[in-house]
């Protein structure tokens, strides 16, 4: 019995030591870095929806598929400039409502092909944001 209290104890301090390391994190994390952190964190949650998707957990699928969707719609919607972003912006919108639309279908239809579609396309987007901030004098720039 202890050692259940003890591993659940460890798993509390580990979690709010992850949760320290991440907020650190996004507290030093310029403009770019934050948005780079917004991409990973709807990876992480749509890698997690597909296994819970093949695992048959229904309410645990549903959750990280929710947690993706915020990401998208709060985080990278919203970070969205369209008066100094124009046609880009625009795109970028699109695309961002097109995704959130794979999320709701894979989650009502259990469907991993739009799962990954919207994992691909996030990775894709992702990918290209991080080559724009390795690019030289983009971080000092806020970019």
């Given amino acids: 019995m202890s050692a259940m209290r003890g591993a659940a104890a460890y798993g509390r301090g580990a979690n ?5 390391g991440v907020e650190s994190g996004v507290m030093s994390a310029s403009p ?5 952190m917004l991409f990973d964190g709807a990876q992480a949650s749509i890698r997690a929806a597909r ?10 699928k549903g959750k990280s598929i929710s947690k993706a969707l915020d990401i998208v719609n709060n985080g990278l919607m919203a970070s ?16 961002y409502d097109y995704i959130a639309r794979l999320l709701l279908a894979a989650n009502l239809r259990n469907d991993e092909q739009s799962l990954d ?3 691909k396309l996030l990775e894709d987007i992702g990918t290209a944001w991080r080559d724009i901030g390795s690019q030289p004098g983009a971080q000092a720039s806020g970019q």
């Fill in 16 to 20: 709010a030591y992850a949760k320290v």
């Fill in 32 to 36: 770019h870095q934050l948005i780079v």
């Fill in 51 to 60: 296994i819970h998707m093949q695992n048959g957990n229904t309410a645990e």
């Fill in 80 to 95: 969205l400039d369209a008066e100094r972003g124009g046609d880009v912006a625009q795109r970028l919108a699109s695309l």
């Fill in 117 to 119: 579609e919207a994992g």
